[in-house]
DNA sequence: GTATGAATTAGAGCGCGCTCGAACGCAAGC
DNA sequence: GCTTGCGTTCGAGCGCGCTCTAATTCATAC
């Protein structure tokens, strides 16, 4: 098995970061459509399998639940149609990372403040020592 | 029992977020120390606890697991003298909600990228039909 | 005095997203 | 031919952060 374009699941793990169990798990539960497989029955990953991964990992890094991913994957499988329902699922899950974004950043402000309050109060204790 | 300056478990879920069981969770777990109670046996809550509350909310926000929490807890329990881990504390997760953010972000582009793709597509195939 | 409603406790259960274990298959290298 | 290593399937288990149930207590309203 030296086919340059395809990976073992091995090579697939290490290129998208995420595990072999996790890559089996992610095909079961229908977020990648059933592999190819080679002569000696194991997966063969292809160039559009990791494309696909990546996307799915940003999804994942983005927060999105895994029954939206599988959702969208099933609009995918399903055809050119389904375009405007993925555009849809698409752009409600991007105003909710940027609402999940301005949260942080809120929150960040006011670690901020803590963490400058504490800092006073460290520099006042030091000098009076 | 209607003293201004506590309230009852009930009203503390209202101006938290939280809900009674988490509070009493939140206590259970060592993340508020033990609450006030009324001659009734039942929860007072005071203002400092509310602003604790607060702040807890805001380490969970940004996604501090539990166990630093109860870490940061468990040194203010301990008095002033942690007042430099508390800081080294707050300070590691600020990094941590920074690297999230900008993590966030990229993906983020990503998908608008994405989106633009599946907009193109639905209008090109729009004005051809 | 009885019904209602809010609180209490201890402990079980849940949804999520993996993560792991067991038992097995198969091919290559010694 | 036997070990090594990488893969397979099925299904159980786990860590997290709650969330809920059951049984009980107590104060107030009627």
Redesign the pocket.
Known sequence: MNDTSTR????T?ELTG???????????IGLLDP?D?G?????RFRDADLAWLGFLTRL?VT?????DMRKFAELRRAGDVTTPARLELLSRHRDTVRRRITDLADCLDALDSKIDHYRTLITSTTSRS
Do not use: K, Q
Not at 8 to 11: K, L, M, P, T, V
Not at 18 to 28: K, P
Not at 39 to 43: L, S, T, W, Y
Not at 63 to 67: F, S, V
């Open positions: 073992s699941i091995a090579e793990a995420l595990t072999a169990h996790t890559l089996r798990y992610y095909e079961r592999v497989r002569p000696d029955g194991r997966r994942r927060g999105m639940p895994i029954r």
